[in-house]
């Protein structure tokens, strides 16, 4: 049974319609979800070479903001209680200025135990002294006798074990000072080893310790309980692909920019090239980077600056060496 009059067909006349309506949908579809391709300029510039660099050749690296002493991580000799933090990161510290301190009761009572032995052995010492003093008077007074008959020979024997015993006794006294010093000694170097000092001048970078946790010294913690470095001036390392480190000019000064700020541009000085080249570390978190190479690192001295910070990603420009072909 037919749902539609007689006079109207179907694939004649409604089917072309549903057609139509269909293209109509699908070109409104199409029309109205076109992404936006309009444009707009950029969040952020590129990092560009400026002045003299700006039309000559040239390398670019990526490079790594770190203190000029590179970053020490700050351990401790032995293990313990934090009982003492006396540092915050952005502190400026000096050289032998203490860091933290370690429970040191253990230590300060060995010292005790040491300084009381040495206080015992010294006063042996004294007895020892005496009693060869006396031992030693004796058999001077029976030798200034006239009458040898005066004294009985086992009198004289006596006199002279007295004096032996008196001087084994002050050697056995003077041997158990000499341990008891050394007790002492070892007892203090405890107690220095207990205090971590910082080891050059330099600014606090990093505190991963508090006051009443356990510090190890077998390794357990993967971050180091301090991290220092002198800041006064800052470095940056600069990898350069080893492709293109035969075209670097050594000696040459540098054109950085802060990561995200091309407007930003300091003029860095050289330090050094490190002798090493090393697989890379770094990474720039680019879809073009080359992760799988090789890179030498060129150190560069910042200029005293509020714009950059250690661990901060910096974009370097560096004068190329002429070529073989275009020294004169």
């Known amino acids: 049974m037919s749902i539609l009059p007689k006079n109207v067909s179907f694939s004649r006349q409604v089917l ?16 109205t979800d076109l992404p936006d391709r309009s444009t707009s300029e950029p969040e952020q510039q590129p990092p560009k070479a400026t002045g003299d660099l700006a039309n000559s050749p040239r390398v670019a690296g990526t ?36 860091l933290f301190l370690v429970d040191d009761r253990a230590a300060r009572a060995r010292l005790a135990e040491a300084n009381a032995a040495i206080s015992e052995a010294r006063a042996a010492i004294a007895e020892a002294q005496a009693a060869q003093r006396t031992a030693s008077q004796q058999l001077a007074l029976y030798d200034n006798l006239d009458d040898p008959a005066a004294v009985s020979r086992a009198e004289v024997i006596r006199a002279e074990g007295d004096a032996t015993a008196a001087q084994t006794r002050l050697e056995l006294a003077r041997a158990r000072l000499s341990a008891a010093q050394a007790q ?36 357990g913690s993967s971050d180091p309980f301090i991290q220092m470095g002198e800041t006064t001036p800052l470095h940056v390392r600069v990898d350069v692909d080893e492709n293109e480190a035969v075209r670097v000019k050594l000696g ?33 978190n680019s879809a073009a980077e080359r992760v799988d190479v090789r890179v030498l690192q060129i150190i560069y001295a910042l200029p005293q600056s509020d714009v950059f910070r250690v661990g901060q990603q910096v974009d370097a420009f560096i004068p190329a060496a002429e070529a073989a072909g275009e020294e004169e």
């Not at 072309?16 to 029309?31: D, E, R």
């Not at 490079?63 to 400026?92: F, K, Q, Y």
């Not at 050059?200 to 356990?214: Q, S």
């Not at 040459?252 to 490190?274: L, M, Q, T, Y």
């Open 184 to 219: 002492a000694g070892s007892a203090r170097t405890e107690l220095g080893r207990l205090t971590v000092r910082a080891p050059i001048t330099g600014e606090i970078l990093a505190v991963n310790i508090r006051l009443g946790e356990f510090v190890s010294t077998q390794g």
């Open 252 to 284: 040459a000064d540098a054109i950085v920019s802060p990561r995200g700020a091309a407007d930003i541009r300091a003029n860095a000085k050289f330090v050094r090239a490190e002798p090493l080249v090393v697989p890379k570390r770094q990474l720039t």
């Open 16 to 31: 072309p319609i549903l057609a139509v309506i269909g293209l109509v949908v699908a070109a409104l579809y199409i029309f």
């Open 63 to 98: 490079g790594l903001v770190e203190p000029s002493s590179e970053i020490i991580d700050i351990g401790s000799a032995l293990s313990g209680l934090v009982t003492d933090l006396r540092v915050r990161p952005g502190d400026r510290v000096e050289k032998g200025q203490p």
